[in-house]
C-alpha cells in the first residue's frame, strides 16, 4: 500500500480559484495483537508496518528487550487493514489485557485509548550514560533528518524519527502520518539491527511531546532534539528519567531543557 495517496483539490489564491491533483499522505488503520488477544488499533501511515510493530512492543513496555519478541506474524486484513500478531519468545509471559486499550489510537494521540491514567505512564529503565556530542553538531543531524524526509517532500504531512551516532552518523530515519508512530518505526528498526539504542541520538521533526520523551526513554535513548518546543510534562518527565532533551534545534543555536551534560 502506498504512504500517500491523490485526491482532487480546489487551489484558491490570490489569482483565484484552480481545480488540481494533490498527493496527501496515507492514514489507515493497523490492528496489533498479543498472542492472539486484540491489544490495540493505531493509525497509521502504511509501510514498515514490521518495525512499527516491534517498537510499539517496546516503546510500550509489552517487552522489556527485542529478544522477547519471537515474531510479528500478519494476519489477514479486511479492506485495506493492516493485522499483526506479536508472537512473544518461548518462556515470556504478560497479561495481555494490562496492554488493552479501550479504543483506537489516533495519528496524533498514540496515548489515546488507554483506560486509565496509571495506564498512560509506563515504567522506564535507569538511562545509559549516553554520548556526549559537540552542540554544533545537533543542527547538522536536523539537517541529515530532513533530507531524508522523501515523504514530507511528497505530501507535507509526514512527521520524520531519526537516528545518528554520537559521531554524527546518520542510522536511519522513518516518516509517519503519526509522530509516535515514526519514533516506533525508528526504534524497531534499530532493535532489528542490534544496535547500542543507549549511544544514539534521536531527532525528530516537530515538537517534543510527553508521548515522544516516554517513548524514548522506555526503548533506552538518552538525547532527543526536536525541531519546536518540548512540551511542560514532556520535560518534566525527561528532566524525572535521566533524558537529555533538546528543542528549537535551528540553525543558529537551540534550547536545551534538561541533563545538558551530554551536550558539550
Not at 535507569?126 to 517532500?153: H, K, N, T, Y
Request: a negative charge; hydrophobic letters at 45%.
Amino acid at each position: 500500500m502506498s504512504t500517500s495517496s491523490s485526491r482532487p483539490v480546489l487551489r484558491v489564491s490570490e489569482e483565484g480559484r484552480a481545480a488540481l491533483s494533490d498527493l496527501l499522505p496515507t492514514e489507515d488503520p493497523v490492528e496489533f495483537r498479543l498472542q492472539g488477544v486484540p491489544i490495540a488499533v493505531l493509525m497509521r501511515t502504511p509501510g514498515h508496518d514490521e518495525e512499527l510493530a516491534r517498537g510499539f512492543a517496546l516503546t510500550e513496555g509489552i517487552i522489556l528487550n527485542p529478544k522477547e519478541l519471537a515474531e510479528v506474524k500478519a494476519l489477514p486484513g479486511l479492506d485495506g487493514a493492516g493485522r499483526y500478531d506479536l508472537v512473544l519468545a518461548e518462556g515470556i509471559r504478560v497479561d495481555e489485557e494490562q496492554f488493552r486499550r479501550n479504543l483506537y489510537a489516533t495519528s496524533s494521540c498514540g496515548v489515546c485509548g488507554k483506560a486509565s491514567i496509571d495506564a498512560v505512564r509506563v515504567a522506564a529503565p535507569p538511562l545509559p550514560a549516553g554520548p556526549v556530542i559537540p552542540g554544533g553538531l545537533l543542527q547538522d543531524l536536523m539537517e541529515s533528518m530532513r533530507s531524508a524526509q522523501a515523504g514530507f517532500d511528497a505530501t507535507g504531512g509526514l512527521h520524520a524519527a531519526a537516528a545518528f551516532t554520537g559521531e554524527g552518523e546518520f542510522l536511519g530515519a522513518h516518516e509517519d502520518v503519526g509522530r509516535h508512530n515514526a519514533m516506533d518505526k525508528l526504534v524497531g528498526h534499530l532493535s532489528c539491527r542490534r544496535w547500542p539504542i543507549g549511544e544514539l541520538v534521536v531527532t525528530v521533526s516537530g515538537r517534543v511531546s510527553f508521548e515522544l520523551v516516554q517513548k524514548a526513554a522506555v526503548a533506552g535513548i538518552s538525547v532527543l532534539a526536536g525541531v519546536s518546543a518540548a512540551s511542560s510534562l514532556a520535560v518534566d518527565l525527561a528532566d524525572e528519567l535521566g533524558l537529555t532533551v533538546a528543542g528549537f534545534v535551528r540553525p543558529g543555536g537551540f534550547n536545551l531543557y534538561t541533563h545538558p551534560h551530554r551536550i558539550a
